[in-house]
Nanobody, 115 residues
Framework: QVQVVESGGGSVQAGGSLRLSCAAS????????MGWYRQAPGKQRELVAQ???????IYADSVKGRFTISRDNGKNTLTLQMNNLKQEDTALYYC?????????WGQGTQVTVSS
């Protein structure tokens, strides 16, 4: 049974930083795709950043230059470093993993940015 667990959310003032972590377990294989999505109240879930294989990461335009996604070599662990946070970054952040056409999601971790 694959399990995906996020950690590191919290509350911060605008301009501050947070670091999110994700650990996926329950499979001996490396996920093809790992990424972060977020969902703000009343809005659809959206892609924040994603790593596919050895390709360069992709980022939503709204977070480029502020967020950095990274993955530990040979492990199913993922990090999202978020700097210069803005109020519009407030959302529930989900870790997403894909392997063999199967998707797995964590429960989400809340990020709240205040003015």
């Amino acid at each position: 049974q694959v399990q995906v667990v996020e950690s590191g959310g919290g509350s911060v003032q605008a301009g501050g930083s947070l670091r999110l972590s994700c650990a996926a377990s329950g499979t001996p294989w490396l996920f093809n795709i790992m990424g972060w999505y977020r969902q703000a109240p009343g809005k659809q879930r959206e892609l924040v950043a994603q790593i596919t294989g050895r390709s360069d990461p992709i980022y939503a335009d709204s977070v480029k230059g502020r967020f950095t996604i990274s993955r530990d070599n040979g492990k199913n662990t993922l990090t999202l470093q978020m700097n210069n946070l803005k109020q519009e970054d407030t959302a529930l952040y989900y870790c997403y993993c894909n392997i063999l056409a199967s998707d797995y999601w964590g429960q989400g971790t809340q990020v709240t940015v205040s003015s």
